[in-house]
């Protein structure tokens, strides 16, 4: 394959591409990192799951186009599930990459399952964590529910007087986002609460390479699609693992076993002491899982 350790960007679709790779020394067939969002970043992953696993593999991260250290497209609307495939293909194509192993975490599982059916001859095994089902709805109710259980009963107070409004459910959604404090949010991102201080100022820091409202709305905002993504994969033929924290409030458990239950050569583990960032909680534990997984075991 020819890689060697660097960071850098590459051309893919028109759009530079941040990546980053780790772990040459091994030569092993690359673990491809992608991140979660839409519009979010490298950042923490860089910093506690990527380097436990360059100790043994080959990494590779990369920022989807408008995240993170990528560039944005000329057009503010050219975001799709599609075209972020078709970004992942021209990057493994510019670094001359035969094959991999891709692991998917949260937003970045539904581009890594969308690219294992449509490129199967170029995904060695698939890992997805804390994945969603592509049904931004039921997201959205999973996320208002979290962050309910999560607040005080000031914030419980207000969540509730949202929900009784005349709107849509990714409106509701948006607003409750928009009144809850960082103690309610760190409650919602995490089990261990002495971890939330480290976590979050982790967190905060990867907040330096902004949001891209076009990308996230371009995503979440888009029409359901049909066959929809639980449908498709039924035809994944590639060996996949699904990692979940069990207290995950942000795509929750139920998914992950909707979707473990549909991909047929596909096991589900619940991590049982974190909840949407085991990187942060459970980072042994998550990673001899992922380790284990592509070794065999």
Partial sequence: ????????????????????????????????????????????????????????????????????RSDKPMNPKDYSIEILVEDLEGIRKELNIEKMYLLGTSFGSWIAMEYSLTYRHRVEKLILQGPVDGNWQRLSINQIWGLYNSGSEKICREILRVMGEDSTIEKKKEQIWSIVDDETIAKFSLYNRSLIPEAMGIMKESSKYGFNEDFHNAITKAPMSYPTLLDKIKDLSVATKIIVGLHDRNTGVEISRDIAERIPNSTLTILNNSAHYPESEELEDYSKEIIDFISGK
């Fill in 1 to 68: 394959m020819g890689l060697v350790n660097k960071e850098g960007y590459v051309l893919s679709n028109g759009v530079n591409h941040w990546y980053k790779i780790e772990g040459c020394e091994h030569r092993t067939t690359p673990i491809f990192i992608i991140h979660g969002g839409p519009s979010g970043n490298q950042y923490i992953l860089e910093r506690t799951l990527g380097p436990r696993l360059a100790q043994q593999f080959t990494v590779i991260y990369y920022e989807q186009r408008g995240s993170g």
